[in-house]
């Protein structure tokens, strides 16, 4: 294989890999819940040898917060407006359509399943926590450097991401456009 080759090999079938893998894994989620399928289910699911993801993620937690963080980024990235009211309004929209688009509720159940008691499961709950905060705080930091008063990423969490999942997980309202720019409003 030449150096041409493998260059352009991870955005392939890789990629392509990588893509059918989540899509197996937020599938199952939707249809089983946590808990109820093995890393060889997905790899039936996916149309790979289960090898392949036991090499690229290492087991389900890993694989299952990379699934988190890859739809999180994907579908509400960290966005630019040029004011903090202006990002946590555009941000926290995002979120809202994420969480209750036709995979949101899954996700949302994937995320308090990485909250069990194996160490694996918590460690890839803190890294996708510490991820996720660390894009909070860069754009917190980016206000800040405009002068503007900003929050904690902490709060952030709290008062505007924590009351929408509370919502979706337990089906206690709509996230209108008024009730998510109320969260912001209040936090800020």
Same mark, same amino acid.
Do not use: H, K, L, W
């Given at each position: 294989?030449? #150096?041409?080759?493998?260059?352009?090999?991870?955005?392939?079938?890789?990629a392509r890999v990588g893509a059918e893998v989540h899509q197996a894994v937020t599938d199952l989620i939707g249809e089983r819940g946590y808990g109820h399928f093995t890393i060889g289910e997905v790899a039936a699911r996916a149309g790979v040898a289960d090898s392949s993801i036991y090499r690229r993620w290492g087991n389900l937690e890993a694989l299952l917060a990379d699934v988190m963080l890859t739809r999180l980024n994907a579908q509400s990235p960290m966005p630019d407006t040029g004011s903090l009211a202006g990002d946590l309004r555009t941000y926290?929209?995002?979120?809202?359509? #994420?969480?209750?688009?036709?995979?949101g509720l899954a996700l949302l159940r994937l995320a308090v399943a990485l909250s069990n008691d194996s160490q694996q499961a918590l460690r890839a709950r803190d890294d996708l926590r510490d991820e996720r905060t660390r894009q909070l705080q860069s754009m917190l930091d980016r206000a800040r450097e405009r002068g503007e008063p900003a929050p904690d990423a902490l709060d952030v969490l709290d008062h505007v991401l924590a009351p929408m999942y509370i919502r979706v997980l337990f089906?206690?309202?709509e996230l209108t456009p008024d009730y998510v720019d109320g969260l912001v409003d209040r936090l800020l």
């Open positions: 294989m030449n #150096e041409r080759q493998r260059a352009r090999r991870p955005g392939g079938r890789s926290a929209a995002a979120v809202a359509r #994420e969480i209750t688009g036709p995979d089906g206690a309202g």
